[in-house]
């Protein structure tokens, strides 16, 4: 095989700007830098897996990683390969095998398998490489847009990824990410969900420049934070149908590929759209979508939320402070351009913005918190609140209301647990515990790194 195709460095460091990928990425209006990039630090002896949708930027993140590797480490110590041309697990070994061979007289490499979830039982060939001694001294780096093979196949590496190896996560890009990318002028400290008082304090620090933001906030929730999207926009002002049907073909593949059907994919999230912010019961939606299963729902769901395409909230049991699993469930889209991909493609409706979305923008952004360990919930007994945030035993409350008029009566939810945030349209007010802030500013000043 060609390898030295793949990794144009080989023939000189200076080539690897003449990487397809990272020419791309130079020539884009906005380059994003996603943080793992700054922070991620690779080691030998280690197994580390990039789980994520299609077109989020995996493969250029690869790209620049293996960039700065080549500023430390020899040409040949650092390998790249697509596994798209590969079919199984014995020519993944192969393919490893001659590059090890090749590179011997590297203590230290760095091997990066782009796309493996295409290769079937691939982490057979990891694990008994592993196992045999032949990857010692090699640090892995595994990228996948079919997240639950990734996923699945790291869990049945026990003890084979190494004491810093890890599995991470690369979503869209957040909108306070969104900000430092569009407008770093713009851009804010990172705000951790901590306090109510320091989360206001620091959006009225911005309010001066809330016009501004709001009109990028509006863009945001048109194109997300897929970097294709954002830069096709910005060039032409919408979006591209082709775009589209990237995206839409991606859902629909990854579902195809495990055993499920197209036309259930489309007529369960028909059913996600209208029904998008309300609690539902799975037979609920079985009926709404036309289904005759709640069973065919709940696990078409269940791989929708794993790939990332949707966020499923449970109601949470206060005391006990777990998930109530026999409670309705309310189902958001992880990203606002997942929102127009279904809308566009069923309803040929086109940057619609309603309330719902920004309440499933907000509720998305609190999931992502602490890296996504914080858990999130909703609750709801009389009063209600959208989301319930819980990081170790604390109970935070956000309640979304984008609407022109804030009354009393909309605090009621928060008033339960004594503290909160009101997520409102424009209006910003302060009341001790409870506080109001526009979606946009709370956005901008709310990071899910912090």
């Not at 847009?145 to 810093?164: F, M, Q, V, W």
Request: proline fraction near 4%; aromatic fraction near 12%.
């Amino acid at each position: 095989m060609d390898y030295a195709r793949m990794n144009p460095w080989w023939g000189g460091k200076e080539h690897v700007t003449e990487d397809k990928h990272l020419k791309d990425y130079a020539a884009k209006r906005y380059q994003w830098k996603p943080a793992i990039l700054d922070t991620l630090h690779l080691e030998p002896n280690n197994i580390f897996s990039l789980r994520g949708p299609r077109q989020v930027g995996k493969t250029t993140l690869v790209k620049l990683l293996i960039q700065k590797l080549l500023q430390k480490y020899p040409e040949k110590a650092v390998f790249y390969w697509n596994c798209d041309e590969l079919v199984d697990f014995r020519e993944l070994a192969s393919v490893l095998r001659d590059y090890l061979s090749f590179s011997q007289d590297h203590q230290q490499k760095f091997i990066f398998l782009d796309e493996i979830s295409r290769i079937k039982q691939w982490q057979r060939a990891i694990k008994s490489m592993t196992d045999s001694g032949e990857l010692e001294g090699c640090c892995i780096f595994l990228t996948g847009s079919h997240t639950l093979d990734i996923k699945y196949g790291i869990e049945r590496l026990p003890g084979r990824i190494g004491a810093k190896g890890k599995d991470m996560i690369l979503l869209p890009m957040s909108f306070s990410s969104y900000l430092r990318l569009v407008a770093p002028e713009l851009a804010q400290e990172k705000i951790a969900l901590k306090s109510s008082q320091q989360i206001l304090q620091a959006a009225q620090r911005i309010a001066p420049f809330s016009s501004q933001i709001h009109a990028l906030f509006k863009q945001y929730l048109i194109t997300g934070g897929f970097p294709l999207v954002v830069n096709e926009y910005a060039a032409r002002h919408s979006i591209p149908d082709y775009v589209f049907e990237l995206y839409f073909q991606w859902i629909v593949g990854d579902i195809v590929k495990w055993g499920k059907q197209e036309k259930i994919v489309v007529q369960l999230m028909k059913a996600v759209l209208e029904k998008q912010a309300a609690a539902i019961s799975w037979d609920g939606l079985a009926k709404d979508a036309e289904l005759k299963s709640h069973k065919t729902v709940s696990s078409y769901i269940e791989i929708l939320e794993n790939m990332f395409a949707l966020l499923v909230l449970n109601y949470i049991n206060i005391p006990k402070k777990t998930a109530d699993f026999s409670k309705n469930k309310k189902i958001y889209f992880i990203d606002p351009f997942i929102f127009h991909i279904f809308n566009k493609k069923l309803y040929f409706k086109e940057q619609e913005i309603t309330p719902a979305l920004v309440e499933g923008t907000i509720l998305s952004h609190l999931a992502r918190l602490q890296g996504g360990a914080a858990k999130l919930y909703y609750w709801k007994n009389g009063r209600e609140v959208d989301g319930i945030v819980q990081q170790g035993t604390a109970l935070f409350p956000v309640e979304v209301k984008y609407q022109n008029r804030i009354s009393g009566d909309d605090y009621r939810g928060l008033h339960y647990f004594k503290q909160g945030i009101l997520a409102s349209k424009n209006t910003m007010e302060d009341k001790g515990k409870y506080v109001t802030i526009p979606a946009h500013l709370l956005l901008a000043v709310l990071d899910e790194e912090a």
